[in-house]
């Protein structure tokens, strides 16, 4: 229990990665204090703090590398060229893993002596 109080650590629901939200958002206070944010939109903020793959994949970036690369205008042959071998990559891993890792790892668990059939 915290502090005397009933309250119970255990039960305090967090998001994952609340650190990272929050180095973001210093990142971006000092990108608009030393006014490199050249713009200010709350759509633009949400979208620069919450952007999901680059939550995952980190590592925390100024607002003026990651927000031009969301106004930059494509063709539809480059992202059609972009799409076609993002879905090849996805299918090779998932077929690594769902037909090579999976199969391997109940010889692994047997082996370990994880799983006694």
């Known amino acids: 229990y915290v502090f005397s ?5 255990q039960k305090i629901i967090l998001p994952i990665g609340i650190s990272f939200f929050t180095f ?3 990142s971006y206070l000092f990108d608009a204090w030393r006014g490199e944010a050249e713009e200010h ?11 999901f793959p680059h939550l995952i994949a980190g590592p925390i970036v100024h607002h003026r590398e990651m927000m031009p690369q ?7 042959k480059e992202r059609w ?4 071998i993002g879905i090849s990559i996805f299918c090779l891993g998932l ?3 769902t037909m090579i890792a999976d199969t391997f790892s109940v010889s692994c668990n047997i082996y370990a002596g994880y799983i006694t059939d």
């Open 81 to 84: 060229d972009d799409l076609s």
């Open 41 to 51: 939109s709350l759509i633009n903020y949400a979208l620069f703090v919450a952007f």
């Open 70 to 76: 969301f106004v930059k205008t494509f063709t539809v």
């Open 24 to 26: 973001q958002q210093i």
């Open 5 to 9: 109080a009933n309250i119970n650590i």
């Open 95 to 97: 077929f690594k893993k």
